[in-house]
């Protein structure tokens, strides 16, 4: 019973995790001649990952590639940046409730 | 596949944009030198980026990291072009036909980089807050 | 006068033993089934917390929410399995309190 408390809340925070670290490497990479941006398909990997594995790192399409060969967009990689900060921040703060909620039924029955 | 690795990731990035800032402040303060050490003008220098696989501090050898990319600065290239000749005979440093070599800096150019540079830099500070937020907010599930 | 003896009193029957219920169990060992699971599952949890704590210091990349909610669900099922245990006990201390 308790084996499956938040593990949907905890697979969208693992790929948040996830995409949160390509931003960081696209952003890091945002002059490096010849880096293509890297993500993921969130809701496709929310809906089939199986949790422990890996999902799977693509280019991102329709982004303009500069005279370098490099195709970052910095405004694109802030708006993720705060989009998946956001939703983690919910995402934790929903599943903290879910345990308050579990515990307190729990001592409830004293 | 920890968060911890793309703090290392974000200073990689901060680290690449300010030696690229060095490098274009130092071309800026030596855009009308004409005389080196090593004879000559000065020549423009550029830095080379490279992608770079990083790992976090405490990553163990059974790490497979293999999302986190970051960046370094892997070369430093000096301008190899011909000097700038501007005719200016009574120059201490004319040669026999009154020419004197300047380096080829275009200073809008390089202010316009440096700016890039400064962006960069805080873009990579805004991602390693964001990310040390999120590695708060999983310590906070346990309160 | 001579009282006749001859009727005979009726026959003192014997008290009819009272035999004591079957006393076996439904099914031998069922609580005892149930408890050991209960206790594997709560050890389960405890273990799954223990490796993945183990696996986050040793740099092994563990995501360091995955390690928390590990933890808190060995707490939680720990938890419910003392309250659990409190009940049973007390209950049976009820029925063993209880004036035959």
Avoid: C, W
Avoid at chain 1, 13 to 32: F, H, P
Avoid at chain 2, 38 to 47: A, C, L, M, S, T
Avoid at chain 2, 64 to 74: D, K, L, M
Avoid at chain 2, 76 to 84: K, L, M, Q, Y
Wanted: no cysteine; aromatic share 6%.
């Amino acid at each position: 019973m308790l084996d499956s408390i938040g593990s949907n809340l905890q697979q969208y925070m693992d790929l948040l995790a996830t995409r949160q670290k390509l931003v960081a490497s696209n952003i890091a990479n945002a002059d490096t001649p010849g880096y293509k941006t890297k993500d993921i398909d969130f809701q496709f990997e929310y809906q089939s990952l199986a949790p422990g594995d890996t999902p799977n790192v693509r280019d991102v399409s329709g982004l303009k590639t500069k005279n370098d060969g490099n195709n970052v967009s910095i405004d694109r990689e802030a708006r993720l940046l705060s989009e998946n900060a956001i939703r983690f921040n919910v995402a934790s703060s929903l599943l903290k409730n879910q345990i308050r909620g579990i515990r307190t039924a729990i001592q409830e029955g004293k | 596949m920890s968060l911890f690795s793309s703090i290392s990731v974000s200073a990689s990035g901060m680290a690449a944009q300010r030696t690229r800032a060095e490098l274009l402040v130092e071309n800026l303060a030596n855009a009308e030198t004409t005389r080196t050490p090593d004879g000559g003008p000065y020549r423009r220098k550029d830095v080379v980026f490279q992608a770079d696989p990083q790992s976090s501090a405490f990553s163990s050898v059974f790490q497979n990291e293999f999302q986190s990319t970051g960046v370094i600065a892997s070369d430093v290239v000096t301008d190899t072009r011909d000097p700038d000749k501007r005719y200016m005979p009574g120059h201490p440093d004319a040669d026999a036909s009154g020419y004197v070599a300047f380096p080829r800096i275009n200073p809008a150019e390089d202010m316009v980089d440096l700016m890039g540079a400064s962006r960069g830099y805080d873009a990579n500070i805004a991602a390693m807050t964001a990310v040390k937020d999120m590695i708060n907010k999983s310590i906070d599930l346990l309160k | 006068m001579s009282l006749p003896i001859t009727t005979s009193l009726p026959g003192i029957q014997a008290i009819p033993t009272i035999t004591a219920p079957s006393l076996t169990p439904a099914a031998p060992g069922a609580f005892q089934a149930i408890f050991e699971k209960a206790v594997n599952q709560v050890e389960t949890f405890r273990q799954d917390a223990d490796t993945k704590v183990g696996k986050f210091l040793s740099g092994e990349g563990e995501e360091l929410h995955t390690v928390v909610m590990s933890t808190q669900k060995a707490e939680l099922s720990f938890e419910l399995f003392q309250q659990v245990r409190n009940k049973v006990v007390s209950a049976y201390q009820e029925v063993m309190r209880m004036q035959m």
